[in-house]
C-alpha cells in the first residue's frame, strides 16, 4: 500500500502556464510518486478569468501566502513586481516557491535565494529556462564536473522567424510567428535578444555559483538578419540561429548574437519553436538536450515536477555564490570567425579596397561570394577567426569607402 | 563557510571507468556541492592494475563490502555475477550502490530494488544507460506526466558500424570500430542488439514501474543491413539507425530492430558512437537527449553524480514496482511501414507477381526502386502501413517465387 504524502499547493497567475498545471493536476499524474498534490487556492489580478470548478478563488495573492495550510506557492505571474515582493513573502512564511518567472529570477537571484537559505526553503525554477526541457535539473544535478561551454537555442520565437526566413521576409516571418502564438504581439523583448540573455544569466549562475546581471551580457537582436544572408549562408553551407553562448574560458564570454551555425552541427537541425541547449563539458564531451521551449503542458510539466521533487525532498543546492563581481570578456576581445555583408559598387578594384583595409587590420579572407547583377551588388566574405575589434575598425573604414553604400552587415560563425 | 559533507566510498572493479572515476575524483569536483568524496579502498580481481598512490588496494570485493567506514559502494565489474552477490550483500550492510551495470539491473531489478527499500538504501544507476547522458535521473524526476514513447539509439558500436557503412562494407566498417576502441573484439552482444534491449528494459521499468525480461523484447541486430541498403535509404530520404523502441499504447511495443529513420527526424544526425534518447511525452511533446554514450570519463561523470546526489539526500524513488507480469505486443501484430529488398531476375511480370502477393495480404506499396542491370537484380520496395504478420507471409511467398533468388531483407520505418 502506499501512503500518500499530502501537500497543498497556492497558485499565484493563472494564465496559460497556470492553467496548464490545473490541467497536469485534474490528471492525479503525482500519484505515481506516492504524492498528493493539492490546489487549494488559486490568486489571479483578472477576475474574469476561467473559473476551475472545486477549487478556491482567492481575493489576492495575500490571501494564498497568508494560508496557513499552504505550503508551496507557484508563482506564475511573471515580471519583476510583484513578483518579487510575493517570493519574499512567501518565504518568509516559510513556504517553498516553484516559479517559471525568468524575469526575477535573472535579476535578482541574489536576494531571494539568500532568503531561501536563510529560511531553509526550496526554490524550484525549472520552468523558467526553455519549458519542457530540464535543463535547470541536469546543470544542478547530472554535470558536477566541470563545463566547458554553453550554447542555446533559448528562444522559440525567434527560432521561429528565423526558420520561416528561409522562405518569407522578416516582416511576414514575424507575422505568422504571431498569428500560431509563437510571438507576442509586442515582439521586441525576443527580438531583441533580451529574453534570451535573461535566460543564459540564469544558466550562467547555476552552472558557475556567480551572479551577473543580464545587462553585463554582449547582446545583439536577429533585427539585422535578412531573408538574403540566410540565403548566403544556406550557400555556405551554414544556417543563421540565434544564440545564447557562455563560454567558460579564464575570462569567460557571455553574449547573445545572431551566429552563423555549420549544418553539421547539432544545433542547426533545431528549427520552428523548438529551444536546445549544447553543453561541452570536460569530461563528458558535448551534448544536446532539446524539445519545447514554451507553451501550456511543456512548462506546466516542468512546474509539476519542481512541485513533485520539494515534495520528495530534494532542494535545488545552487553551488555557494561567490560574492564577487567577475570580468567578463569585452566583445571586442573576441576571437571569431564572422561573415560580412557589403552592398558595393559593381566596378573594378573594389573588392582590392575592401581586402586591402582587411590586411591592414590582420584578418584573412576564407571566402567571397558575389555574384549578383546591377549598379550595386552584394559582397559576402568570411573571414578566418580575427580580432572582433580589429573587424569593427575594418568595417568602419570599409563602410567610408565611396563604392560602398550604406552599412555593413555583420554576423558571428558558431566556434564551438 | 562551507561545511563539508564527508563520504568514504569504495570501488569494486578498476578498469576503463574506474580509473575515470579515481582521476575525476582528484580534481575534487565534488567541492562545489560542499561534499568530500574520499575513494577509501579499490578490490579489483586483477591484481596488475595500475595502482594509484595514496588509495589502499583491498585483497578482494568482501573487505571492501565489509569496511564499516564505507558507505557507498561503487560496483563497477560488469555481468551479472559476482556483481549481484556484491550488491546484495553491500545493501544488506547497509551501504548506498552507485552501479553502471546494465546487465545486472536488467536481470534482477526486482531483487536489487526490493533490498534496497527494505535496508532504506540508495541506488544510483545513470551510469548504466547512454553513459554521459542523464537518462535516468530525467525519466524520474523531469517527466512526471505521461510519456508516450521512448526511442533511443543506445549502443555506440552499432551507431559508429551503422555511420561507417555508408562509405565501406560491414566487416571494414566493424575492424574500424574495434581499431578505435568503439566494438569490443567478440562484438556479437552489440551487434546482435542485446546489448540495447537490457538498456531498454531499464528505461521501460523506470518510466512506467513495470519490471520486465529483456528477453521479452523482440530483437534483431545489425548483420542483415548492407551497403546496399544504406545506400537505398540514402535515396529514398532516410538513414538506417539501430532504434530501442517502446511504444506505450495500451498493449505496450518493446522492440529494438535497424530502422529507416527519415532523414528529417532529429535521430537521423546522431552519428558514430553518439547515443540518443528521444521521448514524446503527452505533456512535454518530443524531446531529445544527445551525448557520449560510452568512455571513460563520460560514464564516469555519471558514476559521480550519482554519489553527489546521494550524499545531498536524494534516493532514487523508483515508481512502485507493479508486481504483475504484462502482455506485451506480438511483433506479427505491430502496424508500420516496411522496406524490402528482393534480388529478382531481370524479366518482364516479376514486379507483377511480388505486387500480386502484397495485394493479396493487403500491403499496399508507397515507392519502387529497380534501376540496376544485370541477371539479377536488386528491387526495392516502401510499404505503407501494414500488418507485420501480413508481410511476414507475403515475403515468404515473395522468396519462394522462381523469379526471386535468395532471402528478402526486411527493415522497418519509424513511425514517431
Redesign the interface.
Given at each position: 500500500m502506499?501512503k500518500y504524502k499530502n501537500v497543498n499547493i497556492g497558485l499565484i497567475g493563472c494564465g496559460t502556464v497556470g492553467v496548464?498545471v490545473v490541467k497536469?493536476l485534474r490528471?492525479g499524474?503525482?500519484k505515481?510518486?506516492?504524492i498528493n498534490i493539492n490546489l487549494k487556492k488559486i490568486a489571479d489580478i483578472n477576475k474574469k478569468v476561467e473559473k476551475f470548478k472545486g477549487i478556491e478563488y482567492a481575493r489576492n495573492a495575500e490571501e494564498v501566502i497568508n494560508d496557513p495550510e499552504i505550503e508551496i506557492i507557484v508563482e506564475l505571474i511573471g515580471g519583476y513586481e510583484p513578483a518579487l515582493t510575493y517570493i519574499l513573502r512567501s518565504l518568509e512564511k516559510k513556504k517553498h516557491i516553484v516559479t517559471a518567472n525568468k524575469a526575477v529570477l535573472s535579476e535578482f537571484a541574489p536576494i531571494i535565494f539568500k532568503k531561501a537559505k536563510q529560511k531553509n526553503m526550496s526554490i524550484g525554477f525549472?520552468a523558467s529556462v526553455c519549458g519542457?526541457?530540464?535543463i535547470i535539473?541536469?546543470l544542478l544535478?547530472?554535470?558536477?564536473?566541470?563545463i566547458k561551454s554553453i550554447i542555446g537555442i533559448v528562444n522559440g520565437s525567434t527560432n521561429y522567424i528565423l526558420t520561416k526566413m528561409r522562405e518569407k521576409d522578416y516582416k511576414d516571418a514575424l507575422k505568422e510567428a504571431q498569428d500560431k502564438g509563437f510571438a507576442e504581439r509586442d515582439p521586441s523583448f525576443d527580438i531583441n535578444g533580451l529574453d534570451s540573455t535573461q535566460k543564459l544569466a540564469i544558466l550562467f549562475l547555476i552552472s558557475k555559483?556567480v551572479y551577473i546581471k543580464s545587462t553585463q551580457i554582449y547582446t545583439e537582436g536577429i533585427t539585422i538578419i535578412t531573408k538574403r544572408d540566410l540565403e548566403y549562408a544556406e550557400e555556405l553551407g551554414y544556417t543563421i540561429k540565434l544564440l545564447a553562448i557562455a563560454n567558460f574560458s579564464r575570462i569567460p564570454e557571455l553574449r547573445v548574437h545572431p551566429t552563423l551555425v555549420p549544418k553539421t552541427h547539432?544545433l542547426s537541425?533545431i528549427e520552428y519553436e523548438d529551444n536546445a541547449v549544447y553543453i561541452t563539458?570536460?569530461?563528458?564531451?558535448?551534448?544536446?538536450?532539446?524539445?519545447?521551449g514554451a507553451?501550456m503542458?511543456?512548462t506546466?510539466?516542468?512546474v509539476?515536477?519542481d512541485i513533485?521533487?520539494i515534495v520528495?525532498?530534494?532542494s535545488y543546492?545552487i553551488?555557494?555564490f561567490k560574492n564577487k563581481t567577475i570580468k567578463i570578456k569585452n566583445h571586442r576581445d573576441y576571437k571569431l570567425e564572422y561573415y560580412f555583408r557589403f552592398l558595393a559598387l559593381d566596378k573594378p578594384g573594389v573588392l582590392a579596397k575592401i581586402s586591402n583595409i582587411l590586411g591592414i587590420y590582420n584578418i584573412s579572407i576564407a571566402s567571397v561570394i558575389q555574384k549578383e547583377k546591377g549598379r550595386y551588388v552584394p559582397i559576402v566574405m568570411m573571414t578566418h577567426k580575427s580580432l572582433e575589434g580589429n573587424v569593427y575598425k575594418a568595417i568602419k573604414k570599409i563602410e567610408k569607402l565611396d563604392c560602398i553604400k550604406g552599412r555593413a552587415n555583420l554576423i558571428r560563425v558558431l566556434d564551438i
Open positions: 502506499i496548464g497536469l490528471k499524474i503525482s505515481k510518486y506516492g525549472e519542457s526541457i530540464p535539473n541536469i544535478e547530472s554535470i558536477p564536473t566541470n555559483g547539432l537541425s563539458g570536460e569530461a563528458t564531451g558535448p551534448q544536446m538536450y532539446t524539445g519545447k507553451g503542458l511543456p506546466a510539466n516542468a509539476i515536477s513533485i521533487n520528495r525532498g530534494k543546492d553551488p555557494e
